[in-house]
């Protein structure tokens, strides 16, 4: 008794400076869950052998405070078990709470425990054997428990080459031997039929000194497993502490370079952080606007937005920002003299190393002058294709007041010739009626020449009508195929959209039959809420969109050119081989009608 009580002792002192050792790690190293659970852990397994001696001590006598001892030491060392468990996890997982497999074997483990204490409760062996008897449960739950601490040390030692790791896992094994070899003990004082050959006292006056002794071999190697430990955390928090001023002093210095360039950039340069509120203007901006940053930290740039402008601004800056998308816009932004102008502003996400979003940078450039150009630009256009329409209709009517009439008259004056002619003349007569079937084709021709080149039915019936009637006209002029499909087309639609969307078709048809080598098509008209749709499709042999837009021809051109009047937009899906579908598309809104 005095040599275990003596082991006990130097055990728990080891205990002592181990809990100890831990608390004070886990003050220096806060975000390390691991100290803070083994800490608690070990105070638990000081409590267990302090109350345990304290219990050995009061004598054999089976009294109400031995037992109420007994109790409380058990339980003390039943919490060292989970606390091992949770705090290997801590150190494995980084943080994460226990995986739900550690929670159900501590829980079956304090459970059995509790259950096996209890049951034997009745028996009435010697306070040795009975104390014996319900430590069996709690060292077979500790064994398991360190059995997985130093599976999770030997794994972290060959991942970060850890020396101090290693250390501490091959001391949890051979703590957890320790244990398996006390339950052994322990189980064979429930055995009696081992009596004979496993003496108990055998056990008890040789074992159970040698096991204690291992016991505290063990927790010195874990104290000086976690001793290196420390040293290798202070050593990486030192490193981390110097890499981060490094970078700290880095990025200060990138940051002022930036500045230094966004200051004498001619452009203006605005940075917004992840909440989405700006918080860099550079010198530029600010002497464009000549308001002082503080008024456009924020949302105060906002101001400065045309109010016309203000609502798709906004919109665009924040669908982009809540998709972490690059963005580009045009709005109206006020000058220093109150002078609104044209700028072009480019946004892009900006991250960090870590990839976590920090927020966006942007730049703006003064389009006002290009804008201007490019108004002037399209009223010429615009003068262009109205003179160009004005002489189609003036051909046109031409053609078919003027030529077509005369052609007409031609021919039936050829079958007044051809009446007056006398019955032998079979062959003059039969070359005259030849004659004349070729200036009624020729009439045909001229007519649909003039429709072609001035839609009357486009004038007075409307898009739909005149886009069906074409279609017709040259499906059965060509021997084609036209699906022609419409839906929702509003009666109010200007005459330039109408046109614009005319011509496009007349255009795009044209070349379909023309290129495609195909003769089924399909045209689909339809109107929206807002815009008119049109697409032309076949499945036709194909082009390469892009080396049609720089090849020599105008039609695309062309198409584009008009649809851009009337703030349109022009599409083209195509492939070889796989046919083409050009898609036209006119925003429209009843109040352009006045």
């Known amino acids: 008794m005095n040599i275990l009580a003596t082991l006990v002792d130097q055990q728990m002192l080891l205990t002592i400076f181990l809990v100890v050792l831990l608390w004070s790690l886990h003050a220096r190293f806060r975000k390390q869950d691991f100290f803070r659970w083994w800490a608690w852990a070990w105070t638990s397994f000081t409590g267990y052998l302090g109350i345990g001696a304290l219990a050995l001590r009061l004598g054999p006598a089976w009294t109400l405070l031995r037992g109420s001892l ?8 039943i919490l060292q078990v989970p606390l091992l468990a949770f705090g290997a996890c801590a150190l494995r997982e980084k943080g994460k709470p226990p995986r739900a497999w550690v929670r159900a074997g501590v829980a079956v483990a304090v459970a059995a425990s509790g259950l096996i204490f209890a049951a034997t409760s009745y028996y009435r062996g010697t306070p040795w054997t009975s104390f014996a008897v319900r430590s069996a449960p709690r060292t077979l739950a ?33 703590y957890a031997l320790d244990q398996s070899f006390c339950s052994l003990i322990y189980i064979n004082q429930l055995v009696p039929a081992l009596a004979a050959v496993f003496p108990p006292l055998t056990f008890k006056l040789l074992l159970s000194p040698l096991l204690l002794f291992l016991d505290t071999v063990c927790e010195f190697g874990i104290c000086l497993g976690i001793v290196l430990l420390l040293v290798e955390e202070y050593q990486r928090t030192e490193l981390a502490i110097l890499k981060s001023e490094v970078r700290a002093d ?4 990138s940051e002022k370079r930036f500045r230094l360039v966004a200051n004498s950039a001619p452009v203006l340069i605005w940075m917004a952080g992840p909440d989405r509120l700006c918080d860099y203007f550079n010198q530029s901006w ?3 606007t000549g308001r002082p940053i503080e008024a456009e930290m924020g949302n105060g740039w ?3 937005v045309h109010p016309d402008d203000l609502k798709v601004c906004v919109e665009t800056y924040t669908t982009a920002f809540d998709r972490r998308e690059s963005f580009r816009m045009q709005y109206r932004l006020r000058r220093h003299d109150g002078e609104y102008r044209w700028v072009f502003d480019i946004g892009v996400p900006r991250f960090n190393p870590d990839g976590s979003f920090a927020g966006y940078i942007g730049s703006c450039l003064d389009v006002t002058d290009r804008k201007m150009a490019e108004e002037a630009l399209s009223g010429v256009s615009r003068r262009l294709i109205e003179a160009h329409e004005e002489e189609r209709a003036w051909i046109a009517r031409e053609l078919h007041d003027d030529v077509n009439q005369r052609v007409a008259l031609l021919a039936v004056e050829l079958g007044r010739f051809e009446q007056d002619l006398p019955d032998s003349a079979v062959e003059l007569r039969s070359r005259i009626q030849e004659t004349q079937e070729s200036v009624s084709d020729l009439g045909d021709e001229i007519q649909a020449l003039s429709h072609r080149l001035h839609s009357s039915k486009l004038e007075y019936l409307g898009i739909t009508a005149a886009a069906s009637s074409f279609c017709r006209e040259l499906s059965e002029q060509q021997e084609l195929e036209i699906e022609f499909v419409n839906a929702d087309i509003p009666e109010n639609l200007p005459r330039e959209i109408s046109l614009c969307l005319f011509r496009v078709l007349q255009e795009a048809l044209q070349n379909a039959v023309k290129h495609s080598g195909v003769r089924h098509f399909t045209v689909e008209l339809r109107g929206a809420p807002e815009e008119v749709r049109l697409a032309v499709s076949d499945s036709g042999v194909g082009f390469r969109p892009q080396a049609a837009m720089n090849g020599r021809g105008l039609g695309v051109t062309s198409m584009r050119e008009r649809l851009h009047l009337v703030k349109g937009e022009l599409s083209i899906e195509s492939k070889p081989d796989c046919g083409t579908t050009i898609r036209a598309r006119v925003p429209f809104q009843s109040e352009r009608v006045s």
């Open 142 to 174: 500790l064994a398991a428990s360190l059995f997985f601490c130093a599976w999770v040390f030997l794994g972290q030692g060959r991942m970060n080459r850890s020396l101090a790791a290693v250390i501490t896992g091959g001391f949890c094994s051979l």
């Open 250 to 253: 880095a990025i200060a210095e």
């Open 302 to 304: 906002a101001e400065g």
């Open 286 to 288: 600010l002497e464009f």
């Open 70 to 77: 007994v109790l409380a030491a058990l339980v003390c060392g």
